[in-house]
């Protein structure tokens, strides 16, 4: 399986730049895609195939990468950008998540 | 207007089956594939099997042994059942959409608590 490892928490600013990493154990090309949860909601899609921003989600979040090593920035952050930030691969079965950033407040 | 919605019982007794049930609207399930994915308490994300759009089905190898996912097109309706439940396996299940392979829609999420 394709192990996704992410940093477990990120203490952030508001209006600050922040990128969120993910690290692929093997290459994914680009089938590697972002979601956003907040408390208690479902997990929503923000970035697909890398790069491409969800409709609807806020131009502030932009993602980036290929292969191995993967970023998601939020520039800037806002308030309502605080929560959990998953990466998932689907470049094989079985698809799998990152355990998680939790993006949190300084 | 793309919705997925998950029922089913809250709560299951140890070794017992869970059923779960996603009913979509907006989209048909022969053009769309619906994935099933778990997440425990204060954890994260664990992908659990797929219906594709063809019939066809894809399991986590983890959970494969214990797991079935089926269809009802006519009624919109895909299915999970998975056996020999344990207290790990207390989590919020969700269905999501996926046209290609990212999932841009997802349920509100069910809920299940794994005790007697």
């Known amino acids: 399986d394709t192990v996704l490892t992410q940093s477990p928490a990120l203490a952030v600013s508001l209006g600050q730049r922040v990128t969120i990493s993910c690290r692929a154990s093997?290459?994914?090309?680009?089938?590697m895609h972002w979601y956003q949860q907040k408390s208690g909601q479902q997990p929503k899609l923000l970035i697909y195939?890398?790069?491409n921003l969800e409709s609807g989600v806020p131009s502030r979040f932009s993602g980036s990468g290929s292969g191995t090593d993967f970023t998601l920035t939020i520039d800037p952050v806002e308030a309502d950008d605080i929560a959990n930030y998953y990466c998932?691969?689907?470049?094989?079965?079985?698809?799998?998540f990152g355990a998680g950033t939790k993006l949190e407040l300084k | 207007q793309v919705q997925l919605k998950e029922s089913g019982p809250g709560l299951v007794q140890p070794s017992q089956t869970l059923s779960l049930t996603c009913t979509v609207s907006?989209?048909?399930?022969?053009?769309?594939?619906v994935h099933w994915v778990r997440q425990p308490p204060g954890k994260g994300l664990e992908w659990m099997g797929v219906?594709?759009?063809?019939?066809?089905?894809s399991y986590n190898s983890a959970l494969k042994s214990r797991l079935s996912i089926s269809r009802d097109t006519s009624k919109s309706q895909v299915f999970l059942k998975m056996s020999s439940l344990q207290t790990e396996d207390t989590a919020t299940y969700y269905c999501?959409?996926?046209?290609?392979?990212?999932?841009?829609?997802w349920g509100q999420g069910a809920s299940v608590t794994v005790s007697s």
């Open positions: 999501a959409r996926s046209g290609k392979a990212v999932m841009d829609a």
């Open positions: 907006g989209f048909s399930l022969t053009s769309y594939h």
């Open positions: 219906m594709w759009s063809d019939g066809d089905t």
């Open positions: 093997k290459s994914v090309s680009t089938y």
């Open positions: 195939s890398a790069s």
């Open positions: 998932q691969q689907s470049n094989e079965l079985p698809y799998t």
